[in-house]
């Protein structure tokens, strides 16, 4: 067995950790192409259907955050691998599902199992790889994920069509196999410098409770109403829990969270770009392939070729972004991935009504080519701004982020589109709001006078940003 300081060990690690994210990636691109035949096959209704993709976002959003304390209490390994094991089950019982609530069950169980894992593959890179090559091992861990990502569609329709819909979750047995070995001959887990925190249950039930609630009425919002009385209630309990969570949180000696975290607002800023960052990809993936559809006539699998000018570029500028990371810190290659965005969909929404995919193929390749530095930047910044002990939680709460950006992205643009018929205002509302995120950015992100390098030293983080 391989240990953690030896020379091959963190390209191990690297390829373990990867591989979930190309995994749980995969899962989501597949599944929303075999959906109209899953329904069709299992006797869903529509709204049922929905809940295949809605399940498994719910209770990953939900228990992220969770997750990633539990990486700090148990040990990465351990939840690591419980994590993976679990997602590989609930892929089996997905792929044997009899009715509609049988697979919305088993794709309840695949969130919870990449809620566990996922903040445990951050955690695990940052502790085998120097602050200084953090940024091209995120890198490289990122164009995993965008190559998984454009190739979803793809490998989703070929199963779907010439084998069946349930082989898409049946591929991801032999790699979760795969990840299990490589992870239990390459990973120890490094002795702890201080004593194991304890759980804190009460925020644990509140945390999820709060958090529940409110990604429910987000995702429900756009199809209840606005104004009914369930989405009301439910927005209202879930702010209500949060802040219950937030006010326990801050009394007590081990907290689940320790929103402190968020004082530093280099911290606090990297999460909101990457939140940012999952809201623009809902705008331009989801609400760009409908117009594509609506506007200019394409068919599906048309749409989702156009669309791969938006994702073949990321491939190309991952590593970049993380060698220019490592290099310049998260200040200017984040700003400069949160200008992109902010362009790129504006761009977008300003040609819209042409209705002319030649004046939106720029756009979509600059769009693309920004992303990698939204996320690889900020991932980086948030890991190397806690000590090794808080690592879990804060690729939970980072993780969490992304989610909540890209639920909170569906139902506003959702909402948006509803009230107006209209895409250019789905695209320029997103525009503005990243455009207001660009000038919170430059006042947060490695701002000297906020929290820079020489601030988080002062406070125990020597790691530099």
Not at 307 to 331: E, N
Not at 354 to 373: C, Q, R, T
Request: aromatic share 10%; glycine share 10%.
């Amino acid at each position: 067995m391989l240990g953690i300081n030896d020379k091959n060990c963190k390209w191990w690690v690297l390829g373990s950790v990867s591989g979930v994210l190309g995994l749980i990636v995969l899962d989501e691109t597949v599944v929303g192409v075999a959906l109209p035949t899953m329904r069709d096959d299992l006797g869903m209704s529509l709204l049922s259907s929905h809940w295949v993709m809605n399940a498994y976002l719910l209770v990953f959003t939900g228990f992220v955050a969770v997750g990633g304390k539990l990486d700090d209490i148990v040990g990465l390994r351990n939840l690591f691998i419980a994590g993976i094991a679990l997602f590989g089950l609930a892929s089996l019982a997905s792929g044997i599902a009899q009715n509609g609530t049988w697979i919305i069950a088993a794709r309840a169980l695949q969130g919870l199992g990449a809620a566990m894992v996922f903040p445990a593959s951050f955690a695990m890179i940052s502790t085998v790889f120097a602050p200084e090559q953090r940024g091209v091992a995120f890198g490289i861990q990122t164009t995993v994920g965008a190559t998984f990502l454009s190739l979803g569609p793809l490998i989703g329709g070929a199963l779907t069509e010439f084998l069946s819909w349930r082989w898409i979750f049946w591929i991801n047995l032999p790699v979760v196999a795969g990840i299990i070995f490589f992870t239990l001959a390459s990973w120890q887990e490094p002795a702890r410098q201080d004593s194991t925190p304890r759980i804190d249950y009460l925020g644990l039930v509140t945390l999820v409770a709060g958090l529940g609630a409110l990604v429910l009425a987000i995702m429900q919002g756009p199809e209840w109403g606005w104004s009914d009385p369930l989405t009301l209630a439910l927005l209202a309990a879930g702010v209500l829990i949060l802040a219950v969570f937030a006010v326990t949180e801050l009394k007590i000696v081990e907290p689940l969270i320790e929103l402190d975290l968020f004082r530093n607002p280099t911290f606090t800023g990297s999460n909101l770009v990457v939140f940012t960052g999952e809201l623009n990809k809902i705008a331009v993936i989801i609400f760009g392939a409908l117009y594509l559809q609506k506007a200019l006539g394409m068919s599906p699998f048309e749409a989702g070729l156009a669309l791969l000018a938006a994702v073949v570029p990321t491939l190309l500028t991952c590593i970049l972004a993380g060698r220019l990371a490592d290099r310049f810190g998260t200040r200017w290659p984040a700003l400069t991935g949160v200008l992109i965005f902010a362009v790129g969909i504006t761009w977008i929404g300003l040609a819209a009504p042409f209705n002319d995919y030649h004046l939106l193929l720029p756009a979509l390749v600059i769009w693309g080519a920004g992303m990698p530095f939204l996320y690889v930047p900020t991932t980086r910044a948030v890991m190397n701004s806690v000590p090794a002990s808080k690592r879990g939680q804060a690729s939970g709460i980072r993780v969490t982020a992304q989610f909540l950006g890209g639920t909170m992205g569906m139902a506003l643009s959702g909402t948006l589109y509803a009230i107006t018929r209209d895409f250019q205002v789905v695209f320029l509302a997103t525009g503005v709001f990243t455009f207001l995120v660009l000038l919170i950015s430059w006042f947060s992100i490695e701002h000297p006078a906020l929290g820079g390098p020489m601030t988080q030293a002062a406070h125990g983080h020597p790691e530099h940003l």
